[in-house]
């Protein structure tokens, strides 16, 4: 049974992880898609092609690969962070950190190729160069964003694997739906089921607002 | 002034631009011609310095390009694209973009916009969001976004050969009377002979990655340098 405190603090920390996760994968996605994007060097379209593969990275297997570098015996066992919110934000960044530098390149590769020149062309420098193509690029780069966290929100394989889906320590939104479902507890698991579609549908909501009315504009 | 001496400019190994030499003195406006990938293009964007040239020097006021910091020289010059490549943002933003990037204030940025948005005759758009602009009018927004400059050297490649002819026209002529007013220094490149010689005073023309003849319009009309000039104007006249 589930009080609706501990639902509170299911949402709370699905919220943060996901939160956290998404934040982490745009501080690598954007800087990495954008060289991506506007460079021109030896192995670019293979880099390219890994990360696009990375898109479709499927979350268990993430969670998997995680686990084994966290278990006490792996490369990274000593830090003791297998089963803690940390494990599930480390591997949910690695779901949503391609999704990001994909679309973030794709984002880009769609200016006109000349747009970058002109900006040079009128004097900017190359950091203001890249802002100023952020900007015309906002609206798709929006759309990565909510990709990202789509992404993450909504996956359960790696945190099951690497959470554990410890009781008020790394139970998510999904990983509970899963043990009550697992219970037979399908009203809650239900409920929890429609409890993280709603959030998932008002973030976007908020993010689809700012980007129509980037439109708009 | 700028002095060109020898440059090669390579493209995935293959030279698409060999000029021996070519002079644009303080405030002419020198033609580029030529037919299409003939270089000409190029030859701007390398002027630019947003091409490297695997050989030889670009000389601005006596000094190689290489010397100048790309940044310091950058914001000696400003350039035109055939599109006008405006920014998602209001005409007033879009003409003052250059001025932000020089990290001028407010008030100055404002009062240098305003005079040459006065000046092209565009007060009536300036609120207006660049998206919201006819193809003539972005042009015009354009060209007061590069003026606003007060560029040492202006590039300008076909920035009306998108355009239908009697906004064409228009804009020929009221560049043409800024660039004398203000005895700016400009690189124009076109297809067309006749507007080359509307807007300079001399006329290069660029064939296959070379600059086969100098001159004036009239010097290359009754005496083309070589057999490719001549079938270059032969083409122009079909």
Redesign the interface.
């Known amino acids: 049974m589930l009080f609706d405190s501990e639902v509170f603090q299911i949402t709370l920390l699905s919220l943060q992880v996901s939160a956290t996760a998404t934040l982490i994968s745009l501080l690598i996605g954007l800087p990495l898609g954008t060289w991506l994007a506007l460079g021109s060097f030896r192995g670019r379209s293979f880099i390219l092609s890994i990360i696009n593969t990375g898109m479709a990275l499927p979350p268990v297997v993430v969670g998997l690969v995680v686990a084994m570098m966290l278990w006490r015996s792996g490369p990274l066992g000593d830090l003791h962070l297998i089963y803690t919110p940390v494990a599930i934000i480390m591997a949910q960044t690695i779901i949503a950190a391609p999704v990001v530098t994909g679309l973030t390149a794709a984002a880009l590769e769609a200016l ?1 190729p ?2 970058r ?2 900006l ?6 190359h950091l ?1 160069t890249i802002w ?1 193509l952020w ?2 690029a906002r609206l798709p780069l929006l759309a990565a964003l909510m990709s990202g966290f789509g992404s993450v929100i909504s996956e359960v394989g790696a945190s099951m694997m690497v959470g554990g889906n410890i009781r008020g320590q790394t139970r998510v939104l999904t990983t509970a739906i899963v043990l009550e479902t697992s219970k037979g507890e399908f009203g809650t698991a239900l409920a929890l089921s429609t409890l993280l579609l709603v959030l998932t549908y008002l973030i976007n909501l908020a993010l689809t607002w700012i980007q129509q009315r980037g439109q708009k ?1 | 002034m700028i002095e060109i001496r020898n440059i090669l400019v390579t493209r995935n190994n293959r030279p698409v631009l060999d000029v021996a030499a070519l002079d644009i003195k303080h405030g002419e406006t020198l033609a580029i011609v030529g037919p299409n990938g003939s270089g000409k293009s190029t030859l701007l ?1 390398a002027l ?1 310095y ?1 091409l490297p040239t695997a050989r030889g020097d670009i000389l601005f006021n006596g000094k190689p390009l290489k010397q100048w910091g790309e ?1 310091e020289y ?2 000696k ?3 035109v ?1 055939q ?1 006008p ?1 405006l ?2 943002m209001t005409v007033e933003q879009n003409i003052a ?2 001025l932000t ?2 990290g001028m204030s407010k008030e100055e940025t404002h009062e240098r916009a305003g005079r040459r948005i006065k000046q092209l005759g565009i007060e009536s758009l300036s609120k207006r ?1 660049a998206s919201q602009l006819s193809g003539g009018e972005a042009q015009r927004v354009s060209l007061a ?2 003026l606003v ?1 007060d560029p040492e050297l202006l ?1 300008l490649d076909e920035p009306f050969a998108a355009l239908d002819p009697p906004t064409r026209k228009n804009l020929i002529g009221e560049l043409s009377a800024l660039l004398a007013e203000d005895q700016r220094m400009a690189v124009f490149v076109t297809h067309n002979l006749n507007e080359a010689a509307k807007l300079s005073q001399r006329i290069a023309v660029i064939i296959d990655g070379r600059v086969r003849q100098v001159g004036t319009a009239m010097q290359i009309k009754s005496e083309p340098a070589d057999e490719t000039v001549r079938a270059f104007l032969q083409d122009l006249s079909q």
Request: glycine share 8%.
């Open positions: 006109d000349h747009l020149q002109q040079l062309g009128l004097g900017a420098s203001q100023y900007r015309e504009r | 964007l630019a947003l940044l950058r914001r010059i400003s350039f694209f599109s490549l920014l998602d973009l250059g990037f020089r969001r976004r590069a400059l590039l």
